[in-house]
């Protein structure tokens, strides 16, 4: 079975600062592994994916995550953040191929302070 | 491309009423098809999915059921509505195990 489990409920940072939200993640098989965003009263984007190759992925709008495989985690990071970045994310694992569902974690709710 | 659509975008509905969601995929054929519910801080919650016309998977046993009666169309029902089944309700497609694709949602409320 799979399981995601996003650390922090809800993360607040400062216009500029780094942004970290964590994901680990627990698979049987090599996984491949999704950060999602939700604005209020919309349904989820696809910011970043990882399936294989490069283990550091660049998504929209200057999110980054890097697959770490010995610490069976998927951070999603962003350099500096903006006003516009304050939403709900999620980590979402599949084990790809013919298996059509994912696993999300719980969300983390990133609040964004001017 | 692709787009996926969901309506509609609210409804409040009395507890004891029957309940439709419909869910329409364009530019893609074949999809899989899912619902979730999101309740307040709760996450995401698979409902249903469906590879294929006529096939549906339940994922937790409960109040609701669904229909795939076309390729692209994925419905969402209840003959009875409880207080438990309000939440968000979104609708996702995917090309085999790939990313899934989010509708906009559709906000339910029972009272």
Request: charged letters at 10%.
């Amino acid at each position: 079975a799979q399981s995601v489990t996003q650390l922090g409920s809800h993360v607040s940072v400062s216009e500029g600062a780094l942004v970290l939200l964590r994901c680990n993640y627990s698979s049987s098989v090599p996984p491949y592994l999704f950060w999602y965003v939700q604005y209020p009263n919309q349904g989820l984007q696809l910011l970043l994916k990882y399936t294989t190759g490069a283990t550091l992925v660049k998504g929209i709008n200057g999110f980054e995550a890097e697959f770490k495989k010995s610490e069976t985690s998927f951070h999603l990071t962003k350099p500096s953040a903006h006003m516009s970045d304050a939403a709900e994310y999620f980590c979402a694992v599949s084990r790809g191929g013919s298996n059509y569902k994912l696993t999300f974690g719980k969300g983390t709710l990133l609040t964004v302070n001017p | 491309s692709q787009t996926i659509h969901q309506w509609p975008a609210t409804l409040v509905q009395p507890v004891g009423s029957p309940l439709s969601l419909e869910c329409t995929v364009e530019g893609t054929s074949n999809p899989n098809l899912y619902w979730y519910r999101q309740a307040a801080g709760r996450g995401l919650q698979l409902l249903f999915y469906s590879v294929g016309i006529g096939q549906i998977s339940s994922e937790v046993p409960q109040n609701l059921s669904a229909s795939r009666p076309q390729d692209r169309q994925f419905i969402l029902s209840s003959k009875k509505l409880l207080l438990s089944d309000s939440g968000f309700y979104l609708c996702a497609w995917s090309a085999g195990g790939n990313e899934q694709f989010f509708g906009p949602g559709t906000r339910l409320t029972v009272l």
